[in-house]
C-alpha cells in the first residue's frame, strides 16, 4: 500500500527551465498558490513530489510556516504552507490523524515533508489521513533550506501585496474619474467588465438583466436563462454564500454578486460571472476582482442618484435603439437580451409602434404613465424614447392573437395620455432581427403622416397601407428631385398665371381629377365646354404637352400633388 502511494507521487516540474522559472511574474494579479511556491528554485531544488491533492495545487498561499511542534495548527491562522522535517510527527496512526486533522480544520494550504532525516518516504498513516481530508501532502527528496524558502517566499507574498495595493488604487482613481464626470449606468458596468477581465451584469430586483458587458465570450452565453439562474443565486452576504460578505460568491454558478444599495433601500445588483461556468469556484475571482465589483457597485449607486431615468427606463431604450441599429452580433444575443428584460421570445411576433408626441408634451412622464398603463393591462413590450418627443414601442404578439387589436389597443392608451400624438405601426415581424424593418416603416408611415389626417373608421393608427401617392410625396417632400420633378413640369403655367392673372392651373386640377372628361371638368369648375376646351389648348401650348396622352397626364397628376404637398394644402 506504501509502495502504491509512492509510486503515484507526481514530481512538480518536468525539467530544469521549469524549476528556474519563478512565480514573481507568474502570479502578477492573482494571489502566490501552491503550485508557484513549488515551482521557486529554492524548494523545486528538494525534488518536490505531490503525493496527496494534485487537483488542490491552485490554493492560495497566505504565508509560509517553518514547525517542529507536535501541534502546530494553534499557530496558525489558514492559508499557510506548513514545512518540516517529519521529526515531531506521532508513531501512532491515531496521533498522525489528529495532526492532519488539526491543519485541514484550520485550513493550511499544504503540508510539506522532507524525507531525509527521519522519513524516506511519507508514511501510509500520513497519506491516507491528507487523502481523507483533502490537504495537498508534497515530499522533498532532498535536503532543503526552510529558511531561504521563507524568506523568498514572504518576499513574493510582500510583494505581491504591494502591488495589489498599487492595483486598489488604481480602480478606485478610475472609478473616481467616472463619478465625478456623471458617468451612466452603461459606462460603469463596461469599465467593470474592462477592469477585471470577466462579464459583469446589473440586474434589477425582479431579476431582469438590465445592462450586460461581456468579456470575451457572448450576451447570449451571458444571459440565456437569466432569470433562473438569477433566482438561484442567492444575495450577497447572506448565509448561502461564501465568503461572508457584502461582495461574495454565490449560487451553483459561481457567481461574485453584490448589492447596489442606498440608505438601506435595495435597487438590484450587479454580478460578475466566473470565466468558466462549467467549473466555477470562489478562487475564480482574485482580489482585484472583488475590488472592482466593490467599486462598480458605489459608482452604480451615485449614477442612480444623479441621472433621473430609472434603470429599467433606461435599458429598454439603448434595448430599442439597438434593435433598430441592429446593433446585435446575432439573432441568439439579441433574443437572449430581450429575454433576460422579461420580454417573451419563443412562438410569438413582433410589431414596431411610434409615438409622436405634441411638442408641448412631456416626453419622459408620457413614457412613464404609458409602462404603467400596458402593465396594468398586462401587455407585454418593451417601451422606450428614440427622441425629444417620439417614443418607440415593441409590442409581443402571443400566439393566435391578431396584430390590428392589439396595435389599437396600445394606440387608444396612447392617445389617453396625448391626444394629438400621431401613432404608426410596421407590419409584423416574425423574429427580432426583422424588428428593424417594422421600425422603419412606422417610421416611413409617420412621415408621410399630415398632422390631422383622417384615418378609416374605427382606427386610430396609421399603417403601412395608408402611404397613398400624396402621402409619399409628403414623406418626400424635402428631397430636391421631388421639388425639381415638380418645377420642371408647372414652372411656366404658374408663371403665366402670375403674369396675367389667369387660372389655369386650376383648370388643370379639374381637368385631371376628372380623368380627362371635359364635361366634368367644365362642371367643376363652373366653366362652358368651349371656355374649358380654350383653356385646355392654351394650357398644352405653354407645357408644350398632350394632354390626351395618358403619360402626359399621369406626370403632370404627380406635378400637382408634389405642389400641394409642398404648399401645404
Not at 465570450?217 to 447572506?238: F, I, K, M, N, Q
Not at 441568439?332 to 417573451?344: C, E, M, S, T
Not at 405634441?358 to 417601451?383: H, I, N
Request: include cysteine.
Amino acid at each position: 500500500m506504501h509502495e502504491k502511494h509512492h509510486t503515484a507521487a507526481r514530481p512538480v516540474t518536468d525539467g530544469p527551465e521549469a524549476s528556474l522559472a519563478g512565480p514573481d511574474m507568474a502570479t502578477a494579479g492573482r494571489p502566490l498558490t501552491v503550485a508557484d511556491v513549488l515551482t521557486l528554485p529554492v524548494l523545486s531544488a528538494g525534488q518536490p513530489q505531490v503525493v496527496t491533492g494534485a487537483d488542490l495545487l491552485d490554493r492560495p498561499v497566505r504565508w509560509v510556516h517553518m514547525t517542529e511542534l507536535t501541534d502546530p495548527a494553534s499557530f496558525l491562522k489558514g492559508g499557510e504552507l506548513v514545512l518540516t522535517t517529519g521529526m515531531p510527527l506521532p508513531e501512532e496512526p491515531a496521533g498522525v490523524r489528529r495532526y492532519v486533522n488539526e491543519l485541514a480544520d484550520i485550513g493550511a494550504a499544504a503540508l510539506v515533508i522532507e524525507l531525509v532525516r527521519r522519513y524516506h518516504r511519507p508514511p501510509d498513516a500520513l497519506v491516507h489521513a491528507c487523502e481523507a481530508r483533502g490537504l495537498p501532502l508534497v515530499t522533498l527528496a532532498k535536503d532543503v533550506n526552510f529558511l531561504e524558502v521563507t524568506q523568498v517566499v514572504h518576499a513574493l507574498i510582500l510583494g505581491n501585496q504591494a502591488e495589489e495595493m498599487r492595483r486598489t488604487q488604481r480602480i478606485h482613481e478610475a472609478f473616481t474619474a467616472l463619478t465625478l464626470r456623471g458617468a451612466v449606468p452603461e459606462e460603469v458596468v463596461r469599465a467593470a467588465a474592462e477592469m477585471s477581465g470577466h462579464t459583469v451584469v446589473l440586474e434589477n430586483l425582479a431579476h431582469q438583466a438590465l445592462i450586460c458587458a461581456p468579456s470575451a465570450g457572448t450576451v447570449e452565453a451571458a444571459l440565456s436563462d437569466w432569470e433562473r439562474r438569477s433566482r438561484a443565486t442567492p444575495p450577497a452576504g447572506s448565509r448561502a454564500t461564501s465568503p461572508v460578505g457584502r461582495t461574495s460568491v454565490s449560487g451553483p454558478g459561481g457567481w461574485l454578486v453584490t448589492s447596489v444599495e442606498y440608505q438601506g433601500e435595495s435597487w438590484g445588483r450587479v454580478v460578475m460571472l466566473p470565466a468558466s461556468s462549467r467549473h466555477p469556484t470562489p478562487s475564480a475571482f482574485d482580489p482585484t476582482a472583488v475590488t472592482v465589483l466593490d467599486r462598480a457597485a458605489m459608482a452604480l449607486t451615485i449614477a442612480r442618484v444623479i441621472h433621473p431615468v430609472p434603470w429599467e427606463r433606461a435599458a429598454h431604450r439603448d434595448l430599442l435603439r439597438d434593435l433598430l441599429g441592429q446593433r446585435h452580433h446575432s439573432p441568439a444575443d439579441a433574443d437572449a437580451r430581450v429575454a433576460a428584460l422579461g420580454l417573451p421570445t419563443r412562438d410569438c411576433g413582433f410589431v414596431a409602434v411610434l409615438a409622436d408626441l405634441p411638442q408641448e408634451t412631456d416626453a419622459t412622464t408620457c413614457e412613464a404613465l404609458l409602462c404603467e398603463e400596458l402593465r396594468k393591462q398586462g401587455t407585454q413590450a418593451l417601451v422606450g424614447a428614440l427622441g425629444p418627443t417620439r417614443l418607440g414601442i415593441l409590442l409581443a404578439l402571443r400566439p393566435g392573437r391578431p396584430c390590428p387589436p392589439v396595435v389599437e389597443q396600445l394606440s387608444r392608451t396612447v392617445l389617453g395620455l396625448a391626444p394629438r400624438a400621431i401613432v404608426s405601426a410596421g407590419s409584423e415581424a416574425t423574429g427580432l432581427f426583422d424588428v428593424a424593418r417594422s421600425f422603419r416603416e412606422a417610421i416611413r408611415v409617420t412621415e408621410a403622416t399630415e398632422p390631422g389626417q383622417a384615418l378609416p373608421p374605427g382606427r386610430s393608427y396609421h399603417q403601412p397601407s395608408d402611404i397613398g401617392l400624396r402621402r409619399l410625396l409628403f414623406a418626400l417632400r424635402e428631397d430636391t428631385r421631388i421639388q425639381d420633378f415638380t418645377e420642371r413640369r408647372l414652372s411656366r403655367l404658374l408663371d403665366h398665371d402670375a403674369r396675367h392673372g389667369t387660372d389655369l392651373l386650376t383648370t388643370l386640377r379639374h381637368y385631371l381629377d376628372a380623368a380627362g372628361n371635359k364635361t366634368l371638368a367644365a362642371r367643376s369648375g363652373s366653366l362652358s365646354r368651349e371656355t374649358v376646351y380654350q383653356r385646355l389648348r392654351s394650357i398644352e401650348r405653354i407645357l408644350d404637352c398632350d394632354l390626351e396622352s395618358g403619360e402626359h397626364r399621369t406626370e403632370l397628376h404627380v406635378a400637382l400633388a408634389a405642389l400641394d404637398v409642398l404648399r401645404a394644402r
